[in-house]
């Protein structure tokens, strides 16, 4: 759909740019008719042609050429005012799809690129460069085309006409904005990386305040946020400024060097054998000509600068752009719905060229079993869970469920039975309802299932109190609801999924003894189906825990039941 709206639109621009001639070849004629009409009267042909349209006054021709010069002017104008409108509505559409994709791209990435991420990085691709791909790329291209056809059309239209005077005036403009741009170009490259790192900055500056602001205020930090942000944009606006100075430049030289060589020609022809009289329509035309190439030669300059002054934050954008997103090359027949044992065997990752996190890791978990993992910090818990989930696959060994390993071609299917609840949970600006149904529209809500939810996570009573009931807003990052409230979206929100595999990851380190196990009793109990694995630092978390596997240092230390966990602690405590 595209590509046939930039050929509509380069068809466009070849329109316009005849146009511009016929516009600027009427003037020669129309400026010698002015000065002496009866000479198209003396014309045997030309004037049969205008007897034909009763036409025989050489006052009322008068009339009749000049409404027909502003009628070509103005159909001229009304062309590019087209062409103006076309390009832009045609760039931002454009940039729209490209940000789309950007942000489609990104979201398809596997877990793993996104842990190598910084986040402000891709929320400035996202926005502020793909803004940038509008503004500082695909507008100065169809601009530079735009005003290239136009150009080229009308100074070869002079040089035809006058092909001594076109060559000068083209070789003086020419070596001046050429040599301007030479000496601009570097110092364009270097604004333009600072545009790009100041974009960033920016986004990651009001994302560590804004998102930290409880502790902004209590530890009294404004100031230091403010200086962040303070600096990243002064940094940018000075060199947004510079590359926008630097596009603008060649303007304050090129106008009055067009006067001055404008008028030595007017000194020159008047001194001529046909005197003033004769040089009138070599002048309008070279006037006309002008008032039309000047500002097309600025917008060429001016967009050149543009386009390199952006190429950093362009480059970034189109680096987001060309990310690959794997797609499997056949549909996998499999069904996971029905799983009886998920299996790890010999399983081991590492980040990159970093230590191994997990190494060698056997382990089988049968359908309806509720295990419990322990461990201390950095022993390999999170990075067990991601193969679990299927968002990283391991470096050695494989996945298993059924005997069929966890691959590209399936992993969605997967991931579909799995509900995952962490001690953070992400809760979105809307309703307590569109947060227990994440990700789903308003319309395609069942909210009898929502309420199920919420009963099997302890949530309801609390709901119920609540003057909007399930409408409630919940603010942005659930900003009115306390942690254990915020726990309990994130178990509702699972139970809503009807989910196969449960993750917990201290997913009920916010509630109260009491609260948790009315919630614990809710997941073990009716469901002997449901698979659980349960993350937890405090050990009555895990009582109702089939078997409990401690990991250390990347390895399975031991697999007991919970009873013996707990003596061994008790043991250790004393």
């Excluded at 190494?359 to 359908?367: A, G, H």
């Excluded at 600006?429 to 099997?456: C, H, M, Q, T």
């Amino acid at each position: 759909m595209q590509k046939r709206s930039f050929f509509n639109l380069l068809l466009l621009m070849i329109f316009v740019s005849i146009c511009e001639v016929i516009s600027i070849g009427a003037i020669a004629p129309f400026f010698v008719i002015l000065s002496s009409p009866d000479r198209l009267l003396q014309n045997p042909i030309l004037e049969s042609i205008l007897s034909f349209f009763g036409i025989t006054d050489s006052k009322y021709l008068v009339y009749y050429l000049t409404i027909l010069f502003c009628f070509i002017a103005l159909f001229s104008s009304m062309m590019r005012f087209l062409l103006f409108r076309k390009s832009t509505t045609l760039s931002f559409i454009t940039g729209a799809e490209l940000g789309h994709k950007i942000y489609s791209r990104s979201l398809y990435q596997p877990y793993i690129t996104h842990t190598k991420r910084n986040s402000s990085e891709v929320i400035s691709a996202i926005t502020v460069k793909t803004t940038a791909l509008i503004y500082e790329a695909i507008m100065p291209i169809l601009n530079i085309i735009s005003a290239t056809f136009i150009l080229t059309a009308i100074y070869l239209t002079i040089l035809f006409s006058y092909p001594l005077i076109a060559l000068c005036f083209g070789i003086i403009l020419s070596t001046i904005y050429i040599s301007i741009s030479r000496l601009t170009k570097i110092y364009l490259h270097e604004n333009s990386k600072v545009v790009s790192k100041g974009q960033v900055d920016i986004i990651k500056a009001l994302q560590e305040g804004l998102g930290g602001i409880r502790d902004v205020l209590i530890d009294g930090t404004q100031e230091v946020y403010c200086k962040l942000f303070e600096k990243a944009n002064y940094t940018l606006q000075t060199a947004q400024s510079n590359i926008q100075f630097i596009g603008g430049v060649p303007r304050f030289i090129i106008e009055p060097l067009s006067i001055l060589l404008i008028s030595f020609l007017a000194l020159y022809l008047s001194r001529s054998e046909e005197g003033m009289l004769g040089a009138i329509p070599v002048l309008a035309i070279l006037a006309y000509s002008a008032q039309r190439m000047l500002p097309l030669m600025q917008i060429l300059f001016g967009s050149w600068a543009t386009l390199t002054g952006g190429l950093a934050p362009v480059s970034d954008a189109i680096e987001f752009l060309d990310q690959t997103v794997e797609e499997s090359l056949r549909v996998s027949s499999v069904r996971f719905h029905d799983f009886k044992i998920i299996e790890l065997h010999k399983c081991s990752f590492r980040y990159d060229s970093g230590p191994y996190i997990l190494k060698n890791i056997n382990l089988k978990i049968s359908c309806g079993e509720t295990i419990g993992i322990i461990g201390t910090t950095g022993c390999g818990k999170s990075t067990l869970l991601d193969i679990l989930m299927g968002l990283i696959d391991p470096l050695e060994g494989f996945y298993l469920i059924d005997g069929i390993e966890v691959l590209d071609n399936n992993r969605r299917q997967w991931q579909n039975l799995i509900g995952h609840v962490s001690q953070n949970i992400f809760i979105s600006d809307a309703s307590l309802a569109e947060n227990i149904a994440f990700g789903l529209p308003l319309d395609k809500i069942n909210y009898e299932r929502v309420k199920l939810a919420a009963k099997r996570a302890e949530l309801s009573d609390t709901i119920d109190s609540l003057a909007d009931g399930y409408f409630t807003k919940v603010g942005e990052r659930g900003v009115r609801l306390s942690g254990g409230q915020r726990q309990r979206i994130g178990l509702a929100r699972a139970f809503y999924k009807d989910v196969k595999l449960l993750i917990l990851d201290e997913a009920t380190s916010a509630l109260d003894e009491s609260t948790e196990d009315l919630v614990m009793k809710s997941i073990c109990g009716p469901d002997s189906k449901l698979t659980k694995i349960i993350v937890a630092h405090r050990l009555r978390s895990l009582k109702y825990c089939d078997k409990i596997i401690e990991l250390q240092e990347g390895s399975v230390k031991s697999i007991s039941k919970y009873e013996e966990v707990f003596s061994k602690s008790n043991q250790a405590n004393k």
